[in-house]
């Protein structure tokens, strides 16, 4: 079945710096990626839309300049946290939606884990 | 490690047909449990959540899941369905005793319901 991998799992960074996360599509080619934000012991809040080739969508209340995405190729969506703070410790987790509208399947990323000093 | 099983992979139903959705995970203790659907088109949606108390739990929707903590099971049912049901739905999970882990999903089941 269609795998995606998201890199890193788990990464620790100081205050004020930028963290990068990849989020692959393996064997499928995925037009849209969704980025998500999981809060402890709570559900998940959409952050943005990735599509291929243009710019992303975000939803209300997240800072597109804090939060960058990027979505250069079909298998490929990096989310890139910008100047992090301890407040944006959380796991974000990425999922790829393969096919058509008619027939289209969401996978998801195993999670990453930033937890920012 | 934590796993979610979705053993339909499938269902088809015709309208006003009663739903029930399987969704078993293999982590022994302490537990929270979601259920997601997917509308063609657009992005997760959240339908209900348990947490603790009551096991039988009322969601978005007419969704109802029932917790079985003997069986592992977190089933999705719903009385009578209608065409816009149609979409993906995923069960997922978390450890109940830790903020330290990513949700672990299933692999979804599609739901499609004719007329």
């Known amino acids: 079945g269609a795998v995606v991998s998201q890199h890193p799992s788990w990464v620790i960074c100081k205050s004020g710096t930028s963290v990068k996360i990849e989020c692959r599509s393996l064997d499928f080619q995925a037009t849209t990626m969704f980025w998500y934000r999981q809060f402890p012991k709570q559900s998940l809040m959409l952050m943005a839309t990735?599509?291929?080739?243009?710019?992303?969508?975000?939803e209300q209340g997240v800072e597109k300049d804090k939060f960058l995405i990027n979505h250069a190729s079909l298998t490929l969506s990096t989310l890139t946290v910008t100047s992090a703070h301890p407040e944006d410790s959380s796991f974000y987790i990425c999922?790829?939606?393969?096919?058509?509208?008619?027939?289209?399947?969401?996978?998801f990323g195993s999670g990453t884990q930033l937890s920012v000093l | 490690a934590q796993s979610v099983s979705q053993h339909n992979h499938h269902v088809i139903l015709s309208e006003a047909a009663s739903l029930e959705l399987g969704c078993n995970y293999s982590y022994g203790g302490t537990v929270n449990l979601f259920w997601y659907v997917q509308y063609p088109g657009q992005h997760l949606q959240l339908l209900l959540k348990?947490?603790?108390?009551?096991?039988l739990v009322k969601g978005i929707k007419g969704f109802e899941a029932e917790f079985i903590k003997s069986k592992f099971s977190f089933n999705l049912r719903k009385p009578s369905v209608q065409w816009s049901d149609t979409a993906e739905y995923f069960c997922a999970v978390t450890p109940g005793n830790s903020g330290n882990t990513p949700l672990v999903f299933g692999k979804g089941t599609r739901l499609s319901v004719i007329a």
């Open positions: 348990y947490f603790s108390g009551d096991p």
């Open positions: 990735s599509n291929e080739g243009s710019k992303a969508t975000y």
């Open positions: 999922s790829a939606r393969a096919g058509d509208r008619r027939n289209e399947k969401l996978f």
